[in-house]
């Protein structure tokens, strides 16, 4: 176990872990062509938020352990120097899970056996002060220290209840009736280890840290720390958890040195075009390349690039996939529109409709309501 720090000492970690394998099976189609983490959120791949947080917090070494589509983010990143970052890449043969890749890239990290190392999940939007869960671990002494938050219905969650020092008592997954549901703190996905602990965990085969290794610890006598911080966090797990989290980046909700521009209503990327008269506002993001026509409206919504929205189309809280076309007239209400599909004109899509991939919806196809 890590020794406490002394008092009022201010706490770094300087490497992490960054995981990215996951399919992002919930964000489908956003996540046919691209992985999770690179979708744009606020005109940059999500993982640009991470990364630039990561070091904004002191962090100079980050392994990024991928999987799915793995072949795309060491192009687009190289070797980090742009971020400020040196960047690894280590890419499973097979999933491995959370705690299985998080010892997958042990080889790489470079901390002393009792120093912190940060993890993090590739889907999580948070204004974590990564410092403070830091202090938070080494003034404890912990062998592992976790980012709760408190959510208002934490049915879908795993509750993580502490006593009265924040220490851990124990893991619960997703309580269903009013007896189970025990504390609104959930696991955030963010936790600082002890190089120790992360050596510890089973090699070359598939482990879950929320259900194997945290409750593994905690059996064990290990001291799992817990820090509550109710700033801003998002799961990014679903079509309409990423735009609204893009939309809050652009309006500054939510926290990031890495959007490229002054927060605000709308963000257009250079080489995009907006008709004079179009209506872009709460955090619209306009992509590089993407063309907004005549009167069009585009509220808390995201155009990737080289997509178009055509005269009179309203596009409401939706996503439109990177060179798609919505035509004019066509109305999008909490839609997400695949990469490369076209929409004809007059259609009204609502709802959590999702259009995948290239597909091609006729003039006048879908209505939610009469003509």
């Known amino acids: 176990m890590s020794s406490p720090d002394p008092a009022g000492s201010r706490s770094t970690v300087t490497e992490a872990i960054l995981l990215v394998g996951g399919k992002g099976t919930r964000l489908r189609p956003l996540t046919v ?3 999770k983490p690179m979708v744009p959120a606020a005109g940059v791949p999500f993982l640009t938020h ?3 947080r990561a070091k904004a917090a002191g962090v100079d070494h980050v392994v990024m352990a991928t999987s799915y589509l793995a072949e795309v983010f060491e192009p687009y990143f190289g070797d980090g120097s742009a971020l400020g970052l040196e960047l690894e890449y280590v890419t499973e043969d097979e999933p491995l899970g959370t705690g299985g890749a998080i010892r997958n890239v042990a080889p790489r990290l470079r901390s002393a056996a009792d120093e912190p190392v940060l993890v993090f999940n590739g889907d999580i939007l948070t204004g974590l002060d990564i410092r403070a869960l830091v202090d938070t671990h080494r003034g404890s002494g912990a062998d592992v220290s976790l980012h709760l938050t408190r959510v208002a219905d934490p049915r879908a969650f795993g509750l993580v209840p502490t006593d009265g020092e924040g220490r851990v008592t124990a893991f619960l997954e997703k309580p269903q009736t009013p007896e189970e549901i025990v504390t609104d703190q ?6 600082v280890f002890t190089r120790s602990v992360i050596d510890s965990i089973p090699a070359d085969r ?18 799992l720390q817990g820090m509550v911080d109710s700033t801003y966090w998002l799961d990014l797990g679903t079509p309409q958890a990423f735009v609204r989290g893009s939309a809050d980046l652009v309006l500054g909700r939510a926290p990031s040195p890495a959007v490229p521009g002054r927060r605000g209503e709308r963000l257009v990327l250079d080489g995009a075009e907006v008709a004079p008269d179009a209506k872009l506002t709460a955090g619209s993001v306009v992509g590089a390349g993407a063309r907004i026509g005549a009167g069009a409206v585009v509220e808390g919504s995201t155009i990737l690039a080289d997509a178009t929205v055509a005269p009179g189309a309203t596009v409401r809280n939706s996503l439109v996939g990177a060179g798609a076309h919505i035509g004019a007239g066509t109305v999008l209400d909490g839609a997400v529109i695949g990469d490369g599909a076209i929409v ?6 609502r709802e959590g409709v999702r259009i995948w991939c290239y597909a091609r919806i006729p003039d006048g196809a879908v209505r939610f309501s009469a003509p």
């Open 186 to 191: 959930i696991n955030a996905g963010a936790y």
């Open 50 to 52: 991470q990364l630039a």
């Open 33 to 35: 062509n691209t992985p």
């Open 206 to 223: 598939p482990v879950s840290v929320e259900r194997e290794t945290f409750p593994g610890l905690l059996a064990e006598g290990a001291h």
């Open 344 to 349: 004809g004109e007059g259609n009204e899509l």
